[in-house]
């Protein structure tokens, strides 16, 4: 079969974002005294790698206990075995993807198979929104009892903030769909997006699950600081002043999701440098941090590769994995 002429672009996109990666973490290699970063790295232990396994573990089942939920509420009933691996199925597309959405929109597509994809599509985005708000309101709060955390941070975090209460005014309101039918969009995709929105507001109307996710958003956050912290003391940072991390971690994640490389390579290290420097972790320290947590995702990413081994060749999982 001949390549379509936009499938060369296509690769050619693909290796300039791996390239950029790598280069931003070259030049932090430069920057930064390797010889500090393998000295960090030579203290981890087998008990640290196990700690990190289980709060990983801890971290995908509070994520996936939160996506049934929204599932549910839109008429789409899946295992929670079938939902965990394709959340390990969402690591390993990202691997290949700039941003978390690539993974995102395959898990999506997958549990709602034989279903209504657009409301698949509306829980997965549920999950995710909640999860970003959380993150934002345990930063804010973070605040007051980090107050060492300079004044450029905090004025960060209160835009940021900001600007997703006004992303969250848009995204729930009907403008949306009405903004995409005065541009040049196909009607098609206005209609999905439409179908979309829809189950967006049908779920947030439910008030109890809505706290519900909030909640379980909460704990995640509360591990993904857990996460850092271990990552922490597996190179040797010990003093690790934890209120203030839960004002950076949330800007970090942030910085991570940028487009720009796949799995944000070299943009997150960098952005782990760049606040944990500040809170008195060495460069060394922070960059070895940030290698331990990117090799902890490239392990999820093989475990969803096999995943999606296992669902090309068992037809019966295609299907949606519905209970």
């Known amino acids: 079969m001949s390549e379509t002429p936009e499938q060369p672009q296509r690769r050619s996109r693909g290796w300039w974002r791996y390239g950029t990666g ?31 396994a289980i709060v990983s573990f801890l971290l995908i089942l509070v994520s996936v206990i939160k996506w049934r939920l929204f599932l549910s509420r839109l008429g789409i009933e899946a295992t929670m ?34 279903v209504d994809k657009a409301r698949s599509v509306s829980a997965t985005l549920l999950e995710r929104y909640t999860g970003l708000m959380a993150m934002l309101m345990i930063a804010l709060v973070g605040l007051w009892w980090a107050p060492h955390v300079t004044r450029n941070i905090a004025v960060l975090v209160v835009v940021v903030a900001g600007g997703a209460c006004v992303g969250s005014m848009l995204l729930f309101s009907r403008r949306t769909t009405w903004l995409l039918r005065q541009l040049p969009v196909p009607v098609g995709f206005v209609s999905i997006a439409g179908r979309v929105e829809e189950g967006l507001r049908h779920g947030m109307q439910d008030k109890g699950l809505v706290v519900q996710a909030l909640g ?9 600081v857990a996460n850092t912290a271990a990552a922490g003391w597996a190179v040797g940072w010990e003093a690790i002043p934890l209120g203030h991390l839960f004002v950076v971690v949330p800007l970090i994640l942030l910085v991570g999701a ?20 500040g809170l008195g972790c060495t460069s060394g320290q922070a960059l070895a941090l940030a290698l331990v947590l990117r090799a902890k995702s490239y392990a999820l990413a093989l475990l969803g590769g096999v995943v999606w081994f296992g669902l090309q060749r068992s037809p019966g999982l295609k299907s949606g994995g519905q209970s």
Do not use: C
Request: aromatic fraction near 14%; avoid cysteine.
């Open 22 to 52: 790598v280069g931003f973490f070259a030049a932090l290699l430069w920057w930064i005294e390797p010889l500090s970063v393998f000295s960090a790295l030579s203290d981890i232990t087998l008990g640290d790698l196990a700690a990190l």
């Open 258 to 277: 940028i487009p720009v490389s796949p799995q944000g390579l070299g943009i997150q290290e960098g952005a782990f440098v760049f606040f944990l420097q």
């Open 216 to 224: 379980l958003s909460v704990v995640f956050h509360l591990l993904t």
């Open 81 to 114: 075995r079938h939902l965990f691996s394709l959340y390990l199925l969402g690591y390993f597309v990202n691997l290949l993807m700039p941003s978390v959405l690539g993974g995102d929109v395959v898990r999506s597509l997958y549990v709602g198979k034989e």
